[in-house]
């Protein structure tokens, strides 16, 4: 069974966010335990794992997302990544389109292959409720908050705005007060300092009590910052740089309750995952 580690939201190597595929040879998943301990060992952000659907359905492929500690009802770079592998493999043949149609914990999800190299996914938007800024987050954070939004209908992460994008980039939170916060994860973002360098917002994402104490670049973010800045912006279509020494760039198109998110990938490494001694 081969098992491939992508770099998604990137065209360059050993930038963006890393994650593993593995697209199964059976007609649906094995044990979750197995599931995870995979994921475990890959010890990557996210680990996706796809087999093949029926001809027929409304989806091609059903999908599922492992953090290195548990499963995740949405991931957007896994699902990027995902789709890099089956539309540069010969699984591919399965689908015999551009756009491949998954099936996930979250619901039905698309992600279309460009002739350009990139992969745009359609994901539901994620509803921002103000909340007040919860202290604990605050002195983890060690910085001024500006504004804070719960997730809890769809994500379940904290939207938390700062003064401005060096502020962001200097963050050394306290991952440890974030893990015991208990919440799912806490995403920092703050203006861009200079639009013209082709993106309009910056962002950080902390997710400790996941097992990723810093995920370099998060589709699932942008689909509240997508809504977030486009309602401050005034603009349906911007850019969102994530990340702190590793880096990655999405693009987002907010489409009534859709963010359509855009990037590139890339493949690293390609390898064989052995049977099972037991």
Do not use: K
């Amino acid at each position: 069974m081969r098992i491939r580690t992508v770099n998604a939201f990137t065209d360059r190597p050993f930038s963006g966010n890393p994650a593993g595929v593995v697209v199964l040879d059976g007609p649906g998943f094995p044990a979750d335990e197995w599931l995870q301990r995979v994921a475990a060992e890959v010890n990557l952000p996210e680990t996706a794992f796809v087999h093949g659907l029926p001809p027929g359905g409304t989806a091609d492929w059903a999908l599922r997302w492992f953090t290195p500690l548990t499963e995740v009802d949405m991931c957007g770079h896994a699902t990027l990544a995902a789709a890099h592998v089956l539309t540069t493999t010969t699984a591919a043949t399965n689908t015999g389109t551009g756009t491949l149609r998954f099936s996930a914990r979250c619901g039905p999800l698309t992600a279309r292959a460009a002739g350009d190299g990139t992969y745009t996914l359609d994901f539901p938007a994620s509803p921002l409720t103000p909340v007040p800024a919860p202290p604990e987050v605050v002195a983890a954070l060690g910085t001024e908050v500006l504004s804070v939004h719960d997730t809890a209908a769809h994500i379940g992460d904290l939207v938390v705005e700062v003064a401005d994008e060096r502020t962001v980039r200097a963050l050394a939170p306290g991952l440890a007060a974030l893990r015991a916060y208990g919440r799912h994860g806490v995403i920092v973002t703050a203006p861009a300092e200079d639009p013209s360098r082709g993106y309009d917002f910056a962002s950080r994402c902390f997710f400790p009590a996941l097992g990723i104490d810093e995920d370099p670049v998060t589709g699932s973010a942008h689909t509240a910052l997508a809504p977030f800045w486009a309602a401050r912006l005034g603009r349906d279509t911007l850019t969102g740089l994530q990340g702190g020494t590793r880096q990655g760039t999405v693009r987002v198109r907010l489409d009534g309750d859709r963010v359509l998110l855009t990037g590139a990938a890339v493949t690293v490494l390609d390898g064989e995952l052995l049977p099972a001694p037991w």
